[in-house]
Every structure is written in structure tokens, then in C-alpha cells.
């Protein structure tokens, strides 16, 4: 009998520390997509308005010394990213934690229709900022006639 309760006690034990482990993973993930969220949408409202040095703020170390100023990477944004320059409304989906980044799923949508699907890669800098080293854009295949 004795042996039954310390078995339902380390149950007991270990189911809650099972439900707060998750619980504490889906806190930090809903944690970190708010705070991509701001990221992005700073950075897009930032590149639709010309505020070039705003957007390259957003930008990694990498990508800054990838791109050297604001205007080659504005440039690059907008040759390169049509789906990102030209969005109208984005929506956020999943987000993939790791070890040294965190990857956010960003739907893009324009005329009310999703038209591409980015994956925006985070990384933390030396003052524990979040920024983007880099955005990778799968366009939305539609269905053939």
C-alpha cells in the first residue's frame, strides 16, 4: 500500500511538472510572437512609408554588414520582396524556438488573398534584442485551372 501512494505521489509530481513545462513553453512562444509581431510590423510600415533607416534598424548585425546601409537594403527589400513591399495586411502563424533563433511564419495577403507565406529568422544581438537576420518568402501556389 505504501508503495501505491509514493507511486500516485511521483505521478501526481510529475504530471504537474509535465503541465507547467508546456505551459511555460506556450508563454514563451506567445511572448516571443508578440514581440515579432511589433518587429515586423514596424519594419514593414517603416519600408511601405520610405523610412529607410527605421527599417534597417530592425536588422541584424549580419544583414547590416551583409547590405552596409539602409538604402542597399530598402533596394534590396523592394527588388527582392514584392510580396513584403507591396503587402497589404500580414498574419502571423507558427513559431519555431530554438536553441540560437526563434523562426516566425508570416501570411501575407493582398486584395484580401494570401499571396505569399515568409519565414522570418530572429536572432537575439548583444543588448538581448530581438532582430531579424533574415526572411525567407515561399510564394502562395494557387490551384491550375
Request: aromatic share 16%; no cysteine; hydrophobic share 40%.
Amino acid at each position: 500500500m505504501k508503495s501505491v501512494r509514493i507511486f500516485l505521489i511521483f505521478f501526481q509530481i510529475y504530471f504537474l511538472f509535465i503541465t507547467f513545462s508546456y505551459a511555460s513553453e506556450g508563454e514563451e512562444k506567445n511572448s516571443k510572437n508578440k514581440i515579432f509581431q511589433e518587429i515586423i510590423s514596424k519594419q514593414i510600415a517603416a519600408i511601405q512609408s520610405g523610412n529607410k533607416k527605421v527599417a534597417f534598424s530592425y536588422a541584424s548585425e549580419n544583414i547590416k554588414k551583409k547590405f552596409i546601409n539602409e538604402e542597399n537594403f530598402y533596394q534590396m527589400v523592394k527588388n527582392s520582396y514584392p510580396q513584403i513591399y507591396y503587402a497589404e495586411k500580414f498574419v502571423l502563424g507558427k513559431v519555431l524556438v530554438r536553441n540560437v533563433n526563434s523562426i516566425q511564419e508570416v501570411n501575407f495577403l493582398k486584395n484580401k488573398l494570401h499571396t505569399a507565406t515568409a519565414y522570418y529568422v530572429f536572432i537575439k544581438n548583444d543588448l538581448d534584442e530581438w532582430k531579424i537576420d533574415g526572411v525567407i518568402v515561399r510564394p502562395k501556389k494557387g490551384k491550375e485551372i
